[in-house]
């Protein structure tokens, strides 16, 4: 079992940068792979990136690749999602999620999930 706690959501304008956290506590967290996923309001849950759990591979949704960095501090159980160059259309609950499968991007492939924080992006 673990437990995930999301934090540093927020209002912020169209072109700035906002830095998620998620802590991760109980069971190893070197033992996963990662996932930060966002919903708007009336769509889809969808993936937006994903770390392998040792860190040394990433991939990105396409409407975020090369806008948003996701990284992991295994120091500190905690995965990171840099958001730059941030628009209006990235307005979501921001979650993050702990799974076994190597390359996840589907729901159903995450086993553990956080409650979500809020970024608002104005233009």
């Known amino acids: 079992q673990v437990q995930l706690v999301e934090s540093g959501g927020g209002l912020v304008q169209a072109g700035g940068s906002l830095r998620l956290s998620c802590a991760a506590s109980?069971?190893?967290?070197?033992?996963?792979?990662w996932g930060w996923f966002r919903q708007a309001p009336g769509k889809e849950r969808e993936f937006v990136a994903g770390?392998?759990?040792?860190?040394?591979?990433?991939y990105y949704a396409d409407s975020v690749k090369g806008r948003f960095t996701i990284s992991r501090d295994n120091a500190k159980n905690t995965v990171l999602l840099q958001m730059n160059s941030v628009k209006p259309e990235d307005t979501a609950v921001y979650y993050c999620a702990a799974g076994w499968i190597v390359g996840a991007s589907a729901r159903s492939e995450f086993a553990y999930w956080g409650q979500g924080t809020q970024v608002t992006v104005s233009s």
């Open positions: 770390i392998h759990r040792s860190g040394g591979g990433t």
């Open positions: 109980g069971r190893t967290f070197t033992s996963y792979n």
